[in-house]
């Protein structure tokens, strides 16, 4: 069966340090892979995509960044943080082409605080 | 532009009953709709989807409705278990590329009471 994993499960930072999250995938290959964030009190916002190594498509203009260095592996980075980056981060994946296609499967999400 | 609406932030519905989640949509090109579950500080679980090529699907508790010519869906939960007591989260996709790409709606909080 396919898992996926997020590490940090939370994670303090000031403003101005840098950011790298990682989330990784088990059980699939050349799954398509997701970065959303929810900000307090909102709905989850699509952030990066990507359907394969080194391809990553951005969603929204933002202080952040994308890499897929391995298959399963997306990782989330921002070499500044700003305040407004505080929010619960979630990786996802979906199936390249399947009857799971439009169906995602999401992580346990990390917790951002940025004071 | 939210292209995706969950009017109701909250629901309280009693232990036993039925629950219905409103969900409506603007863009005319999605087709293909799906139910997230969300408890706090976890990542959210998918419930139950619908191709826009059917009106209904049902797996067992959880039946999700859609309406096109509305633009609306609908999820009800029969009976209502404490368990089910989440944020509820609507999404849609339009088939293109390889990508699906799901929008979400901001959630509706249900609570089922004893």
């Known amino acids: 069966s396919q898992t996926i994993h997020q590490w940090p499960a939370t994670l303090v930072q000031p403003v101005g340090s840098p950011l790298s999250l990682e989330c990784t995938v088990e059980g699939t290959s050349n799954p398509n892979l997701y970065w959303y964030r929810q900000a307090a009190g909102r709905g989850l916002q699509l952030l990066f995509y990507?359907?394969?190594?080194?391809?990553i498509s951005s969603e929204v203009p933002q202080n952040l960044s994308a890499s897929r260095p391995q298959d399963r592996q997306f990782i989330l980075s921002s070499k500044k943080l700003l305040l407004s980056d505080s929010g619960f981060y979630l990786c996802a994946w979906s199936a390249l082409t399947s009857v799971l296609y439009n169906e995602q499967f999401f992580g346990p999400g990390t917790r951002l605080t940025v004071l | 532009d939210q292209q995706v609406k969950q009017n109701s932030p909250s629901l309280s519905v009693q232990e036993g009953r039925i629950s219905i989640l409103n969900c409506d949509y603007t863009?005319?090109?999605?087709?293909?709709f799906l139910w997230y579950k969300k408890y706090p500080a976890e990542g959210p679980t998918f419930l139950i989807s619908i191709s826009s090529i059917k009106d209904k699907n049902e797996d067992g508790r959880f039946t999700v409705f859609l309406n096109k010519s509305a633009k609306h869906l609908s999820l009800h939960i029969v009976p209502s278990q404490p368990g089910d007591s989440a944020v509820y989260f609507c999404?849609?996709?339009?088939?293109?590329?390889?990508?699906?790409?799901?929008?979400f709606g901001t959630g509706t909080r249900l609570q089922v009471t004893l």
């Open positions: 863009n005319s090109m999605f087709d293909y």
């Open positions: 999404a849609a996709s339009a088939t293109t590329g390889t990508a699906s790409k799901l929008t």
């Open positions: 990507s359907i394969g190594i080194g391809q």
